[in-house]
């Protein structure tokens, strides 16, 4: 008992490094399809800023977003979503706007459901490529009497 407190008392928690934030202005810019259920199917295109970091995170993050209304539904279309960030307080602010209603990829698969499902489908050929475990081991001997 000793032996744990005296432990507790000589480890110190390491401080978590502090992130580097920043300094200027950051905006992103997209322009994406979203179906009837309100994903993101596609993104038609993109403005991206100077810093990479803020572009992969806002591109990751758009082709997982779902836009729909405050009821639930959706409203098949091209919209534009941009990022803006703010170094003063630290904040991204995330803006929407229908650019047009309509569009033939109204019940297409959404972006981050293609993603989840090639994954799956790389998955279940990754477990196919490899025999089963009954197949490694093979059969367990039986014991024999002995006289």
Known sequence: MLAFALMLLAATPRPLPTPNLPKAKLHTEFT??????????????????????FNAKTYGNVLQMWIRHPNGSATIGMYRVTYDYNPHTHAVDRGIKLLSAGGDWGNQLGAANEMLNADNARAAKARKAFPSFDQIVGPSPKPTHKP
């Not at 994406?32 to 100077?50: D, M, P, R, T």
């Open 32 to 53: 994406v399809e979203v179906n009837a259920k309100g994903q993101v199917v596609l993104v038609k295109s993109g403005k991206s800023c100077k810093d990479l970091n």
